[in-house]
């Protein structure tokens, strides 16, 4: 089982004019199993500390610890390629490439050999309720929804069980929202994924099993509703 613990950890935004303290002794800890939901007003910090949580940036202050070992002393390369994986509200899947393509990219990356890694990228399409027919499609010819399950698609391959999403459904209806929330909630609950998502959603957060609400770059409230392993 994975376990991160964030402890006393603040981020500066700093340009020629000003310092914006983004997050201010921010503490809290995710597991395995869980799905989380970090909410709060834009400003409050929240992707700020996702991001520091996907190891895309280094707290200025504090530590972050995954299974004990401290983040700032991995390498990051290593961590974001093979431990976790971010899924953002704009899909960022590339054009040129097609559904398969896009999946088997992190892959290929690693070295894995053509056919492996077509294989387990139709496993991963699969998994998130795709038909074949999408194998061959290019993002411009599916839906939103289409588009962000072939993101998360891409983000399971890669092998890690850390799922980060910031605003993974800000873009979509709802019948395509709850497919991917959906989607969200059995990695965690029945394949061990440590999911957390950025959401200004009232119905995504009031699924989750641990909420963080978060206010001036601080936490102000946790809420848990059980649920997960």
Do not use: W
Not at 71 to 80: A, H, N, T, V
């Amino acid at each position: 089982m994975d376990k991160m613990v964030v402890e006393q950890v603040s981020y500066s935004y700093i340009s020629k004019y000003q310092t914006i303290l983004a997050l201010r002794e921010v503490n809290c800890s995710f597991e395995s199993g869980r799905f989380y939901a970090i909410t709060g007003e834009s400003g409050s910090g929240k992707s700020t500390l996702l991001s520091l949580l996907a190891g895309l940036d280094l707290p200025k202050e504090g530590k972050i610890y995954l299974n004990g070992e401290d983040l700032s002393k991995m390498d990051r390369d290593i961590y974001r390629r093979d431990i976790a994986a971010v899924v953002y509200q704009a899909f960022h899947l590339f054009p040129l490439l097609n559904a398969l393509e896009n999946v088997m990219y992190p892959l290929e990356l690693k070295g894995m050999p053509k056919a492996r890694a077509a294989a387990r990228a139709k496993k991963c399409i699969g998994q998130v309720g795709l038909p074949e027919k999408i194998h061959g499609q290019f993002p411009k010819m599916m839906s939103g929804g289409e588009q962000q399950r072939v993101a998360i698609a891409r983000a399971m391959a890669a092998g890690g069980k850390l799922l980060f999403a910031d605003e993974p459904t800000g873009n979509l209806d709802t019948e395509n929202e709850e497919n991917v929330v959906a989607i969200l909630e059995r990695l965690a609950h029945e394949e061990g994924y440590m999911v957390v998502v950025v959401t200004h959603n009232p119905g995504i957060a009031a699924r989750a099993d641990v909420e963080y609400r978060m206010r001036d770059g601080q936490i102000v409230e946790e809420q848990k509703r059980g649920g997960g392993q």
